[in-house]
C-alpha cells in the first residue's frame, strides 16, 4: 500500500485547507484511515481517523469542529477539510492506514504511512 498526501501549503490563521491522501491497491475500502500531525521539537499526535465505510469518526479534542475527515473509496482517497486554522496546527500532517482492526488513535497501530504534507499556519 503507498499513500501520497498533498494539499497542505502556507496559509494565515483563520484559513482552510483540505488535504488528500490518495492510496493504492485494490483493498482501500477495507482500511481504517487515519490522519496523524508532527510538529517541530514535538511527538506525533493523532488528528483524525475514520473507519471503512465512513460512518464512523474520531478527532483529537484540539481539532473538533475544526477538522473533517472523509473518504471516497470509489476514488481511494481520504480528505481531511481543516478550517479556521491557528498557528498550533502548524505541522507535518501524515495519512495512514490501518489493514486489521478498527479505528485507533495510537500511531504504532496503524500499518502504512504517507510522506506527509507541510501546512503552516502564520498569525
Known amino acids: 500500500v503507498q499513500l501520497q498526501a498533498s494539499g497542505g501549503g502556507l496559509v494565515q490563521a483563520g484559513g482552510s485547507l483540505r488535504l488528500s491522501c490518495a492510496a493504492s491497491g485494490r483493498t482501500f475500502s477495507s482500511y481504517e484511515m487515519g490522519w496523524f500531525r508532527q510538529a517541530p521539537g514535538r511527538e506525533r499526535e493523532f488528528v483524525a481517523a475514520i473507519n471503512w465505510s465512513g460512518t464512523y469518526t474520531h478527532y483529537a479534542d484540539s481539532v473538533k469542529g475544526r477538522f473533517t475527515i472523509s473518504r471516497d473509496n470509489a476514488k481511494n482517497t481520504v480528505y481531511l477539510q481543516i478550517n479556521s486554522l491557528k498557528p498550533d496546527d502548524t505541522a507535518v500532517y501524515y495519512c495512514?492506514?490501518?489493514?486489521?482492526?478498527?479505528?485507533?488513535?495510537?500511531?504504532?497501530?496503524?500499518?502504512?504511512w504517507g510522506q506527509g504534507t507541510q501546512v503552516t499556519v502564520s498569525s
Open positions: 495512514t492506514a490501518r489493514t486489521k482492526g478498527r479505528v485507533s488513535l495510537r500511531s504504532y497501530e496503524y500499518d502504512y
